[in-house]
């Protein structure tokens, strides 16, 4: 059985209230086997934008039909 990584990432843009995710799914040889982009509308922080995309990632995982993945976003916050 082929093993998959699902990225996933989040992105605010500077002018608009928006906000991007991004998914991508690739096989054990790093080569893609599908992707998506979609837009958020004033997502309320990072936090939320950050989840929003990871919960994303694993319906789309689900919707291609490659349930062996490993979920990996980068997000980073800071404790204090």
Known sequence: MDSFKTNFDGGGFSDTREAGISVVIRNSK????????GKIINPSSIVLLELL???????????????NSI??????????
């Open 71 to 80: 979920l990996e976003g980068d997000s980073e916050q800071n404790q204090r």
């Open 30 to 37: 790093s080569e893609v086997m599908a992707s998506l982009t």
């Open 53 to 67: 995309a990871a919960r994303r990632a694993t319906l789309f995982i689900s919707e291609v039909g490659l349930d």
